[in-house]
């Protein structure tokens, strides 16, 4: 889902990249300026075996500007409410374009996070008005957040593009209480 708001030439950094899962996929449509971080030296090492560029990197690390930051899956573990957002604007900052996350609204089990739906929104609109919040098909709540104002009808194209592959009722919130109802 991250790879629809990834236009060609973007720069892009993919935090918690672990195996650059994303980049092998973004790589195969689009040309883009690619960089991993994770703080797990083994993924980096293999990586860079793949000829992937990555580096070993923590957040407080992040110096430069990128056009869209991806972050799918790294606040699911270690990480505390306060923390979580704390890393959201961190990453905001360095974002010309597109900030994509997930986060856990439930945890499975006692090692995950979760954070409360309601105060991650509520902390999104602290950051901007212009974001858009879905559950995927395993119940991650996915966010992004724009730099550029989105109309109503881009939103939804880019909703139905998400769900495009998946079958039965999808209910999508975006921003403004805005509710589209895929069927």
Request: charged letters at 30%; hydrophobic letters at 40%; proline letters at 2%.
């Given at each position: ?81 306060d923390s979580i957002k704390k ?97």
């Open positions: 889902h991250a790879s629809l708001w990834v236009d060609n030439e973007d720069s892009v950094l993919d935090v918690g990249c672990g195996l650059g899962d994303f980049y092998k996929f973004l790589m195969k449509k689009k040309r883009i300026t690619y960089l991993g971080i994770d703080t797990f030296e083994p993924y980096i090492a293999e990586c860079n075996k793949q000829l992937i560029n990555a580096q070993v990197m923590d957040l407080s690390e992040i110096m430069n500007e990128y056009d869209v930051i991806s972050s799918i899956g790294t606040f699911h573990i270690g990480f505390d409410s890393s959201i604007e961190k990453l905001w900052k360095h974002t010309n374009k597109d900030l994509i996350f997930s986060v856990l609204t439930d945890a499975p089990t006692k090692d995950y996070t979760a954070i409360k739906e309601s105060d991650i929104i509520e902390f999104v609109k602290s950051l901007t008005a212009n974001y858009v919040v879905y559950k995927d098909i395993r119940g991650e709540l996915m966010m992004v957040l724009e730099r550029k104002p989105m109309t109503f009808d881009y939103m939804k194209s880019q909703i139905k593009r998400i769900f495009a592959n998946e079958v039965g009722d999808r209910e999508v919130e975006l921003n403004k209480n805005v509710v589209i109802k895929e069927t």
